[in-house]
């Protein structure tokens, strides 16, 4: 159950086909034409690994997903990374151990901060889940939700934890950010396409549940979307993202400590959007 979120420069990682139920989702890799985050950027952007995982033969295996951080105890990512041994996704105690590392950019550098979680609840409506912390992280400000429908043309920003390469991909150590363009919005989902670095910038194995976010100067960053699916990457066609305004009333009544609106202050650390229209 890979994800979907690190961005790096001329691979091509093999998308890992995942039949999960909630919208057919498969689990994506790396964020592909992107660039490393600069130390200190995008604390929120949570490293998930996830480890024997049961498989219907008796087998087992290890995994990852992207994530982020809601709130002092609670994050969001990608419903599918969560799910039972015939991938169907789940809600109630986490199905296997998974670790959340995050505030770092570097794990063979800086080790972060580490919380095992405890719980997973799925939303009805699209490929999202918030999953609950063993203990607060005091210490970084979480991503603010946006409750406005995404416009077409808006630039969003992703930063993830993906593999970097096609050949025997794994989860990767160094977190990825690249810029996308929003393409079309249906009420579960929001297509982007590679923008900045490069024009195939995309997802890939082990990105699942990564933030797509506005990063407007001057302006706090909101949550728009979560990375679902998408082709194998590099690539310049469209990636499918889980809506995050129109879950964002459930979350509410899930998470007991989100932060206020106008206390989501999130720095970040990110140049204005270029100026093409999308504000």
């Keep these: 159950m890979p994800a979907r979120v690190t961005l790096t420069r001329a691979v091509a990682v093999i998308a890992a086909v995942l039949?999960?139920?909630v919208l057919g989702a498969t689990p994506a890799a790396a964020v592909a034409d992107g660039t490393p985050a600069?130390?200190?950027q995008y604390p929120f952007a949570v490293k998930l690994a996830m480890t024997h995982i049961p498989r219907p033969d008796g087998t087992f295996y290890n995994s990852a997903c992207s994530a982020a951080l809601?709130?002092?105890t609670w994050i969001i990512t990608a419903g599918h990374c969560f799910h039972d041994i015939k991938r169907v996704p789940v809600s109630g105690p986490v199905p296997y151990a998974t670790t959340a590392t995050l505030n770092t950019v570097d794990?063979?550098?800086s080790p972060g901060e580490i919380?095992?979680?405890?719980s997973v609840q799925q939303s009805s409506k699209t490929d999202i889940a918030v999953a609950e912390l063993s203990a607060p992280v005091t210490d970084v400000a979480p991503l603010g939700l946006s409750d406005t429908k995404p416009a077409p043309g808006r630039v969003l920003t992703i930063a993830g934890w993906g593999a970097t390469s096609s050949i025997?991909?794994?989860p990767g150590t160094q977190l990825f950010t690249g810029q996308v363009k929003i393409q079309t919005v249906t009420p579960a989902t929001v297509t982007v396409v590679g923008y900045r670095p490069a024009a195939d910038t995309s997802a890939c194995l082990?990105?699942?549940g990564a933030p797509?976010?506005?990063t407007t100067h001057h302006r706090a960053a909101r949550l728009v979307s979560v990375e679902s699916n998408g082709p194998d990457c590099p690539h310049t066609a469209a990636e499918t993202t889980a809506r995050v305004d129109t879950v964002a009333t459930w979350i509410t009544t899930v998470v007991p400590n989100l932060p206020c609106a106008d206390r989501w202050t999130t720095p970040t650390s990110q140049p204005a959007e270029a100026s093409d229209g999308s504000e």
């Design 19 to 21: 039949t999960a139920a």
């Design 38 to 40: 600069s130390p200190g």
């Design 70 to 72: 809601i709130s002092p």
């Design 107 to 109: 794990v063979s550098q």
């Design 115 to 118: 919380r095992n979680v405890i």
């Design 168 to 170: 025997n991909p794994t």
């Design 206 to 208: 082990y990105d699942s």
């Design 212 to 214: 797509y976010f506005t």
